[in-house]
């Protein structure tokens, strides 16, 4: 009868043990490791990959910030993913209406000082969302996908993606060719954010957010 293998965690000792007696070991801790965590993209990458933990707002990406929100601790501040699009409109959105709700974003953001937008956009919506400074991601032109079917399903699939590649805490659709604003509803999402993230500090001693966790900040006053 064959003796029992043994447990996992005395096998992955003795790999370790080799890890740390094979050449070049040192060479890596002490020369290639640094280099890593000081090149942001690879650690964007890395991140990305494996997830990160211990960031208040999630994890950290080099976005794009507006210049009125572009304080300190901004790069720590929960994405939001706002859609512009409507799948089931009849006409594309005006330029008008489109700056309308970005504008809306804009004031929110420097009101709660608290998150960091990503808009999901057509052709159209592109140019004025740049304008005000947010990151922003493309859809395709209809036309180029096919049947309604298919321009749906590509659009689910890209708002899944930017969700597990942002780490998004919430996501927003705004149908702007409907002449539609953001909603109530929506609206106390975003204002529930900074008294949350001031509770999360308390109950797990995170770095502070300036401006939002700290004295006076817009997590410590109630929502107006």
């Not at 594309?92 to 960091?116: K, N």
């Not at 590509?154 to 969700?163: D, G, N």
């Not at 109530?184 to 502070?208: G, I, M, V």
Request: proline share 8%; hydrophobic share 40%.
């Amino acid at each position: 009868m064959s003796s029992a293998a043994p447990p996992p965690s005395s096998r992955l000792s003795a790999l370790a043990r080799r890890v740390r007696s094979a050449p070049g070991y040192r060479r890596v801790t002490d020369s290639v490791l640094p280099r890593i965590r000081g090149n942001e993209t690879v650690v964007d990458l890395l991140t990305r990959l494996v997830g990160e933990g211990g960031r208040l707002g999630g994890s950290s990406h080099p976005l794009v910030t507006t210049a009125d929100v572009d304080v300190a601790g901004a790069d720590r501040w929960p994405i939001v993913i706002v859609t512009l699009d409507d799948p089931d409109g009849s006409r594309p959105a005006t330029v008008e209406e489109v700056e309308a709700v970005v504008a809306e974003i804009g004031r929110l953001q420097v009101r709660l000082r608290c998150f960091r937008a990503v808009f999901l956009v057509t052709g159209d919506a592109l140019a004025p969302v740049r304008r005000a400074g947010h990151a922003v991601e493309l859809l395709p032109d209809p036309a180029d996908l096919g049947d309604g079917q298919a321009v749906r399903r590509h659009r689910a699939r890209r708002v899944v993606s930017m969700t597990d590649h942002y780490r998004a805490w919430l996501v927003l659709d705004v149908p702007v060719s409907q002449g539609a604003g953001l909603t109530r509803s929506q609206r106390e999402l975003l204002e529930a954010l900074p008294a949350y993230l001031a509770d999360q500090h308390d109950l797990h001693d995170l770095p502070t957010l300036p401006g939002v966790t700290d004295e006076g900040g817009t997590g410590r006053v109630p929502a107006s």
